[in-house]
C-alpha cells in the first residue's frame, strides 16, 4: 500500500514523517528520489525552488516495502493508494514560513494556495481515496496517529471539504 502524505508546504509533512518513521514505518521523501535519479528539470530561481518531473518520477518510482509512506507536495500525483493531505489555517502557516525566512511573494503564494484547497483539488481530481488532517493545533505524533487511524479504515471527519478555511478567507476582504 501506498500512501501519500502532502500538503502545502509548512503543513507538517516532514514532522509527521518523522513521526512515522520512528513507529517504524517506511518513508520515502520524493525530493530526494528526483535528485537521485535526475528528475530535477530545472531550479526556479525567483521562487528558489526546484522543479520535479513528477511524470517521470511517477513512471520511474520503486517503493521498497509493503506499507510506504511518500513524503512531498507532490505526492498525490504519484500512484498512490491513499493521499492523506494534511492542512494548516493559513494565518498559521503564514508564521510557519515566515520563521523559515521565505521571501514575502513565495509564502503570499503558498498561504494563498493552502486558502483555496490548491493540493487537495489536485488530490480529489485524479485518486478515489483522499483524506485530510489539520495539523494547526495538533503535535506531530497526534497527527501520525490521525494517519495510522484512516488507514484502519476510522476515516470520520477526515473527508475532503472537513476543513474549511473560507471564513478565514473572507475576513481578508
Ligand atoms: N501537528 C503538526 N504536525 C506537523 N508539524 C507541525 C504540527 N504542529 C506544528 N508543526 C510545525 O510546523 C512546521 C511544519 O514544518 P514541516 O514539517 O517541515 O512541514 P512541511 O514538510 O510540510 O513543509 C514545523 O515547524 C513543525 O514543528
Ligand atoms: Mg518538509
Redesign the pocket.
Same mark, same amino acid.
Given at each position: 500500500m501506498l500512501i501519500a502524505i502532502s +500538503?502545502t $508546504? +509548512? =503543513? +507538517?509533512?516532514?514532522?509527521?514523517c518523522a513521526a512515522l518513521s520512528s513507529r517504524g514505518y517506511a518513508v520515502v521523501d520524493l525530493d530526494e528520489v528526483a535528485r537521485r535519479e535526475g528528475f530535477i528539470v530545472s531550479r526556479d530561481a525567483a521562487r528558489s525552488t526546484d522543479e520535479v518531473d513528477v511524470e517521470k518520477l511517477r513512471k520511474a518510482l520503486r517503493v521498497p516495502a509493503k506499507i510506504v509512506f511518500l513524503k512531498s507536495h507532490y505526492s498525490h500525483l504519484m500512484d498512490v493508494d491513499i493521499a492523506v493531505i494534511?492542512r494548516c489555517r493559513p494565518t498559521v502557516l503564514r508564521s %510557519?514560513l515566515e520563521a523559515r525566512g521565505w521571501p514575502p511573494a513565495k509564502i503570499r503564494e503558498n498561504v494563498e494556495a493552502e486558502a483555496i484547497d490548491v493540493i487537495l483539488q489536485e488530490a480529489v481530481a485524479r485518486l478515489q481515496s483522499v483524506f485530510e488532517v489539520e =495539523?494547526t493545533d495538533? #503535535? $506531530?505524533e %497526534? #497527527?501520525a496517529g490521525a494517519v495510522l487511524a484512516i488507514l484502519q479504515g476510522r476515516t470520520e471527519g477526515h473527508e475532503p471539504g472537513s476543513v474549511d478555511w473560507s471564513h478565514e478567507v473572507l475576513s481578508w476582504y
Open positions: +500538503g $508546504p +509548512g =503543513t +507538517g509533512k516532514s514532522s509527521v494534511l %510557519r =495539523t495538533a #503535535t $506531530p %497526534r #497527527t
